[in-house]
């Protein structure tokens, strides 16, 4: 980056929400100079790609709340984008799976909260579980048929290439170290990599100023809120999560999507199936807690990451308040085994020679120090700074929605 660099708005982030935000603002106001700041050698490399593909129809998202308004109509943008610029859809649906009588009542208030935020669904018995799903044995379910799949991360090459081509600018290799408001501008301490390729690579550093600034640092969000004055007293806990992968013709045991009726009080969705864009079936995530949040490997450690997460009290309240359930989760990560037999409850001709270990990803999830965990969107504004500090699942689904929203508390500062 040149030193003299003066966007009307830096957008720390080049995740799906920072681009999707990026894209909004050239959409609307070409005239203004927008530069997006991403830490990695790509665009779109951690959570926005790590992910099953699945552009979420809205079912589960409680009525009024950020989740319901954005997803419903972030996914009819986003697949509307997708079908502009080539970005391969499809609509293979989702089955709410009840297997057992306990989940039945909790399967019917999905239903109605699906209902009543303006989602398609259609409840199913046994014999119409198999008429999508031939191979799930369920004594009940709820049908989503508008439930989808893509490729997050071609998503954000293609929000990136329209960014450019509309005249923003996407650096790379470009980490923000550093944030001061002034009453006039935004101060950005920056250092670059001349190769962002190489880990080692000699690093520059640069000052930014803009006007206002967005911040959509996921993973590091709460730290680049403490920068920024936006931040409060949740934080950012990682969780890591590994998907397996069914191996050869097995995948035909999959058509669409097969979930688990969720579980009140968390946010993991437990064991679930999906048939991804590329044809391969995926099983889960499932969700432990990481040791590092950056890692280059699913057992990274960073000792300040860990001391970070290991200081914050919500993580001790939050391990009492669900200790089975983490420890479980725990026992699934390490036993194949055990994961499978999770599995046939839903799909009992899987079996372990049918199953493959697959990729991993960290999930950023915010505490509050109660140990409540942060289900919703948390956005905060602060002087010329608007912080996204929570953008949980449906996030990528819902990104465009998003960023129109932002878009508009930053036009307040660009007349």
């Known amino acids: 980056m040149d030193a003299q660099d003066r966007p009307d708005v830096a957008i720390v982030g080049g995740g799906i929400v920072g681009l999707a ?3 909004r603002l050239v959409e609307a106001r070409p005239d203004l100079q927008i530069a997006v700041l991403e830490r990695e050698p790509q665009v779109g490399t951690g959570q926005s790609s790590r992910n099953s593909g699945v552009l979420h129809a809205g079912l589960y998202y409680p009525p009024g709340s950020a989740k319901a308004r954005w997803c419903t109509a972030g996914k009819q943008q986003l697949e509307a984008f997708c079908t502009e610029h080539g970005v391969p859809v499809a609509h293979t649906g989702k089955v709410v799976a009840a297997v057992d009588r306990d989940e039945i009542p909790r399967l019917h208030a999905l239903e109605e909260r699906a209902r009543t935020n303006g989602v398609e669904v259609e409840r199913l018995g046994p014999q119409g579980v198999l008429d999508h799903e031939p191979h799930l044995r369920a004594l009940a379910g709820l049908w989503s048929p508008r439930t989808a799949v893509t490729d997050f991360g071609a998503v954000c090459r293609a929000l990136a290439q329209r960014i450019d081509a509309a005249g923003g600018q996407v650096h790379t290799s470009a980490e923000v170290v550093d944030l001061e408001q002034t009453p006039e501008a935004v101060r950005l301490v920056v250092t670059t990599r001349d190769d962002g390729t190489v880990p080692g690579a000699a690093r520059r550093t640069s000052e930014v100023t803009a006007r206002t600034v967005v911040t ?3 993973l590091q ?3 680049i809120a403490a920068l920024a004055g936006t931040a409060g007293a949740e934080r950012i806990v990682p969780f890591r999560g590994a998907w397996l ?3 050869g013709d097995a995948a035909g045991l999959v058509r669409g999507n097969i979930y688990p009726v969720p579980l009140p009080g ?5 064991v679930h199936l999906t048939k991804r864009i590329d044809g391969q079936a995926w099983i889960g995530p499932n969700a432990v807690l990481a040791l590092a949040r950056e890692g280059r490997g699913p057992w990274s450690v960073d000792l300040q990451d860990l001391a970070d997460t290991l200081r914050f009290p919500g993580l001790y309240r939050l391990a009492r308040r ?3 359930t983490a420890v479980a989760e725990i026992w699934r990560d390490r036993v194949l085994r055990a994961t499978v037999r999770e599995v046939q409850r839903y799909v009992p001709d899987v079996e372990v020679a049918d199953v493959e270990r697959g990729p991993w990803g960290v999930r950023a999830q915010m505490l509050e120090p109660s140990g409540e965990m942060v289900d919703d969107f948390r956005v ?3 002087g010329r700074v608007v912080s996204v500090l929570n953008a949980p699942s449906p996030a990528a ?3 465009l929605a998003i960023g129109a929203e932002i878009r508009d508390q930053v036009l307040t500062h660009l007349p």
């Open 397 to 399: 689904t819902a990104s």
């Open 322 to 324: 669900h200790l089975p």
């Open 380 to 382: 905060r504004r602060h």
């Open 245 to 247: 992968r069914l191996r």
């Open 221 to 223: 969000s709460d730290r």
């Open 266 to 270: 968390l946010p993991f969705l437990g």
């Open 21 to 23: 935000t990026a894209y």
């Open 216 to 218: 959509c640092a996921g």
